[in-house]
């Protein structure tokens, strides 16, 4: 055989084993990136069912928490309203109103703050600002607290206790007709600028107002989740 057979034979036999190589080194990375796909699927399967099962848990928990609310505020509200004169149940009625709207600015300020300036007083180790960025990372769950449980059963209660109080009005002053459906409106309206005003204030106050929240959940301990 002439050396220009050997020469070429060996270049071809090169030529073979790089590509050899190659395809090999293509089908080790191919399988690399199928494996790294398969693990982030399964990583990304993983969050989707236990964001699932965390909604789901919530949910039961939002629904149990207003159910059994709502049944003792509405009776003690019931029982203990009758019981008064006209002057202290108006009095408890305009604090109903008024804890509806505090948990309503509560629940817009955690929507609206900003987390970066938590993690910045976080680093100072300033107390509440750990809580702050938990309660916005979980800004939903606490907006649906405050201003939907929250709310709602102060909207109920408001009403069964405007009853009430236009029954007073009625048995004492001897009015003829029925001015429940005045009493109802006042509420109504009071309760609709209360909470107009509250998301301005919270708008403008949200850093402020989480950090008191947070502080105060703090000396409660209510913090630990």
């Known amino acids: 055989m002439s050396k220009k057979d050997k ?29 790294n796909n398969s693990v982030t699927n399964s990583k990304i399967n993983k969050e989707k069912n236990s964001n699932t099962n965390s909604n789901i848990r919530w949910l039961v928990t939002v629904f149990i928490t207003t159910f059994i609310l709502s049944i003792v505020f509405s009776f003690i509200s019931t029982n203990s309203i009758t019981n008064l004169t006209l002057f202290p ?8 109103i008024f804890i ?34 938990k309660l916005i990372r979980n800004s939903a769950k606490v907006a649906n607290f405050c201003a939907d449980v929250i709310g709602d059963i102060c ?14 009005i009625t048995a004492s002053f ?14 109504a309206s009071l309760t609709v600028s209360g909470k107009a005003i509250g998301k301005t204030i919270a708008q403008k106050n949200s850093t402020k107002i989480v950090h008191a929240v947070a502080v105060v959940l703090n000396k409660l301990h209510l913090n630990q989740k």
């Open 155 to 168: 909207g109920v209660l408001s009403g069964s206790i405007s009853a009430s109080i236009a029954l007073k």
């Open 100 to 133: 509806g709207i505090f948990f309503d600015i509560i629940g817009v300020a955690v929507t609206v703050a900003d987390e970066n300036e938590f993690h910045a007083k976080a680093s100072k180790r300033i107390a509440g600002s750990k809580t702050s960025v």
């Open 174 to 187: 001897g009015i003829s007709f029925n001015i429940q459906f005045l009493i109802s409106a006042l509420v």
């Open 7 to 35: 020469s070429s034979k060996e270049n071809l036999t090169n030529t073979e084993d790089s590509t050899n190589s190659t395809n090999k080194a293509n089908n080790n990375s191919k399988n690399k990136v199928a494996e």
């Open 89 to 96: 149940a108006v009095l408890i009625l305009f604090l109903v």
